[in-house]
């Protein structure tokens, strides 16, 4: 069974750029057949899919981040990464990295960051 | 983008009680859709894809319905761990994928 576990600072200045990583164990980044995603959800709030990458390197993103986001992939370390430029309070959430099954639908789920932006 | 909208917000059920929720697509996704479960301070979990396939190590007691717009996660007698926000996913038209806003099930 894949599982998923996320990486990084929990808290980022404003206008920095946050970074995440994912770490896929169980399962072979490089094996295709999966997306692997990121997304995020506010505090007390709903799911926000962010976007994804495939291992191919295609990557898909939501259009309202699409101008700061960047999904990254590294099939040697078996990891996957976010990158969120300029951020604000409105980037404070809980970042989740999960895979989408090809149809679309997202299996498996890493246990989630809080990544906090505050000065 | 499609917009997908849940009712209730909140719903309150007696253990042992049937669950019902509610989920509108702003336009037909067809039978792709995914239900999730989360508890607090848990990842969300895979409950129900294609409308009404229940994901691997799900209990019968979930079950979905529905195609076009109007989809339906029934709870059948609710157990304890079961009180949790549940979130529709339509994966029809993307990017992006699009979430409801999500609907608790407390105990009443």
């Known amino acids: 069974q894949v599982q998923l576990q996320e990486s990084g600072p929990g808290l980022v200045k404003p206008s920095q750029t946050l970074s995440l990583t994912c770490t896929v164990s169980?399962?072979?980044?490089?094996?295709?057949?999966?997306?692997w995603s990121w997304i995020r959800q506010h505090p007390g709030k709903g799911l926000e899919w962010i976007g994804y990458i495939y291992y191919s390197g295609s990557t898909y993103y939501n259009p309202s981040l699409k101008s700061r986001v960047t999904i990254s992939v590294d099939t040697s370390k078996n990891q996957f990464s976010l990158k969120l430029s300029s951020v604000t309070a409105a980037d404070t959430a809980v970042y989740y990295c999960?895979?989408?099954?090809?149809?679309?639908?997202?299996?498996?789920w890493g246990q989630g960051t809080l990544v906090t932006v505050s000065s | 983008e499609i917009v997908m909208t849940q009712s209730p917000a909140t719903l309150s059920v007696s253990p042992g009680e049937r669950a019902t929720l509610s989920c509108r697509a702003s336009q037909s996704i067809s039978s792709n859709l995914a239900w999730y479960q989360q508890k607090p301070g848990q990842a969300p979990r895979l409950l129900i894809y294609?409308?009404?396939t229940r994901a691997t190590g799900i209990p019968a007691r979930f079950s979905g319905s529905g195609s076009g717009t109007e989809f339906t996660l029934t709870i059948g007698s609710l157990q304890s761990e079961d009180f949790a926000v549940y979130y529709c996913q339509q994966y029809n038209n993307w990017p992006p994928e699009t979430f409801g806003q999500g609907t608790k099930v407390e105990i009443k």
């Open positions: 294609g409308a009404s």
């Open positions: 169980g399962g072979s980044i490089s094996s295709g057949g999966s997306y």
């Open positions: 999960a895979t989408r099954a090809g149809s679309g639908f997202f299996d498996y």
